[in-house]
């Protein structure tokens, strides 16, 4: 079982459009989590972090559940700009693990 | 530009070549971080330094892979003799760990790597 697992979608969702994707992880240590974006042919930038008590940025929102050992990340009012691959991160302080990555496109 | 930075960013080479990729990381970061991305995937951890002390590789990095970070500061990744295999992104990153709270991780821009 891989550490980290996200469906890779692709998730084609219209503008405006609430979209959520979840990610399981399988280490109950693992302590850090994150959602990082990555477009196409560049590299990933950390969308947020995930903290036990549930985080939300503007129209972004990550939460984590410790019990059934998954992180989700809800976004809400699609924008075109949206478009991306949303990479999933857990793993310790120190060394992380990456999902393979959940495919978004806001069709207009 | 202060962020991470990776030299070259495109790197075709024949195999059995012999390729070094040189990564500069923010300033103030004692945590750098090699990966490797293929199409499809997410990145794969390689290695990391704290200063300058090589603290894990992973089993994905062969004999044919080394990477050093000698005063702390940039690091290099060589690949010896290439294999076609080898073709992939190699991503590297740096953060500055705060006690006790979440590490963030930034990436540079990567090196796309192409063996023939």
């Known amino acids: 079982r891989k550490e980290v697992e996200q469906d890779p979608g692709p998730f084609n969702v219209p503008e405006g459009a609430t979209v959520a994707f979840n990610c399981t992880y399988s280490n109950s240590a693992s302590q850090s989590f994150f959602w990082y974006r990555q477009d196409c042919r560049k590299e990933p930038k950390l969308l947020m972090s995930?903290?036990?008590s549930g985080n939300e940025d503007g129209r972004f929102t990550a939460q984590l559940n410790r019990a059934s050992q998954y992180i989700s990340l809800l976004i809400r009012d699609s924008k075109l700009s949206d478009s991306a691959t949303y990479l999933c991160?857990?793993?310790?302080?120190?060394?992380?693990?990456f999902g393979t990555g959940t495919k978004l496109q806001v069709i207009p | 530009d202060t962020g991470v930075s990776q030299d070259p960013r495109h790197k075709i080479t024949k195999r059995g070549q012999n390729v070094t990729f040189r990564c500069d990381p923010i300033s103030e970061h004692n945590r750098l971080y090699w990966y490797r991305q293929t199409l499809g995937q997410g990145p794969e951890f390689l290695t990391y330094?704290?200063?300058?002390?090589?603290?894990?590789k992973s089993r994905l990095l062969s004999d044919r892979f080394s990477a050093e970070r000698p005063k702390g500061s940039f690091s290099t990744l060589e690949i010896q003799r290439t294999e076609q295999g080898d073709s992939a992104m190699y991503l590297c990153a740096s953060s500055f760990p705060p006690s006790g709270a979440q590490e963030t991780q930034y990436f540079g821009p990567g090196t796309r790597l192409l063996v023939l």
């Open positions: 330094f704290q200063n300058e002390a090589q603290l894990e």
């Open positions: 991160v857990g793993g310790g302080y120190q060394k992380v693990t």
């Open positions: 995930v903290y036990s």
